[in-house]
C-alpha cells in the first residue's frame, strides 16, 4: 500500500480536467500501455453532472448474496478504515459472491455516512440502490457501480486493505483514482504532479483542432490533414 500523499494543490488541479484528458497526459509520459488503467464500459457512474471526483482507494471485497449471515458483517470496520484513510478517499469494493447481478454493496445511510468521514466516492463492482436518496442526502459524493438493485442483501465485507479488480480495473490500496461521466482510471503517482500541466497542454493542442474542423467547406483530404492521418 502506497502511503505518501500528493498535495492537495495537485489534487485539486487534477479535477479541473475530464477523465479522457487526463488519460490522454498520462499517455504521453509513457509510463503504462494504453489499454491499461481504466475500468470497462460495465462500471457507470451515477451522477455525470458532477465535477471529476479524485481521492485514494480504499478497498475491500464483499459478499452481499451469502445464503447464511456472516457477523461481523465489517461494516462498523469500514467506518474505521474510511475515517484513518488519507483524503480524499474513495470505497473501492469487489464482489466475490455468486450472484453478482444481484449483489448491493451499499445505498443512500452508507453514502451519507462515508462521505461525513472525508469519502468523496464510492465504487462497487456490482450494484448499489437509493440513487436519488445519495443524491438527496450526499450530494457532491460521485458513485460508480454496474447498475441498480432493490435490495441491500445479505451484506459482508469479508477483507479489507487488498488488490482488487473492478470491472477491468486493477486497484491497489492507496491507488489514486479519477473519475468522471466517461469512466474511471488510476492515476500513476510517480507523475501525478506533472499531470496537470500536461492536460493543459494536450488541451491546448486540441483547442485549433476542434476550431479547424469547425471550418464549413472542408474536403475529406483537408480533414485528414488536420487530424494527421
Do not use: W
Request: hydrophobic fraction near 40%; charged fraction near 25%.
Amino acid at each position: 500500500m502506497t502511503t505518501d500523499k500528493i498535495s492537495p494543490e495537485v489534487i485539486e488541479a487534477l479535477k479541473e480536467f475530464d477523465s479522457p484528458t487526463i488519460m490522454n497526459a498520462i499517455e504521453k509520459f509513457a509510463v503504462r500501455h494504453r489499454i491499461k488503467g481504466y475500468a470497462g464500459l460495465d462500471l457507470k457512474c451515477l451522477f455525470p453532472q458532477y465535477p471529476p471526483m479524485v481521492g485514494y482507494a480504499v478497498t475491500a471485497i464483499s459478499d452481499t448474496t451469502c445464503p447464511d449471515p456472516v457477523k461481523p458483517d465489517g461494516f462498523d470496520e469500514l467506518l474505521d478504515r474510511i475515517a484513518e484513510a488519507p483524503k480524499p478517499c474513495v470505497y473501492v469494493v469487489q464482489n466475490v459472491g455468486h450472484d453478482r447481478s444481484r449483489s448491493c454493496f451499499g445505498g443512500d445511510m452508507t453514502a451519507t455516512a462515508l462521505q461525513y468521514l472525508g469519502a468523496v466516492g464510492f465504487v462497487a463492482d456490482g450494484g448499489i440502490r437509493d440513487c436519488r436518496g445519495i443524491g438527496e442526502n450526499a450530494p457532491g459524493f460521485q458513485v460508480f457501480s454496474s447498475g441498480l438493485v432493490v435490495s441491500h442483501g445479505q451484506g459482508a465485507i469479508l477483507d479489507f486493505n487488498v488488490t482488487v479488480n473492478v470491472c477491468g480495473l486493477t486497484i491497489e490500496p492507496g491507488d489514486l483514482l479519477h473519475g468522471d461521466e466517461n469512466g474511471l482510471l488510476t492515476v500513476p503517482r510517480e507523475i501525478a504532479a506533472e499531470l496537470p500541466e500536461k492536460a493543459q497542454e494536450v488541451c491546448a493542442l486540441e483547442k485549433p483542432l476542434f476550431e479547424a474542423l469547425k471550418k464549413p467547406g472542408m474536403s475529406v483530404d483537408e480533414i485528414k490533414k488536420v487530424l494527421n492521418v
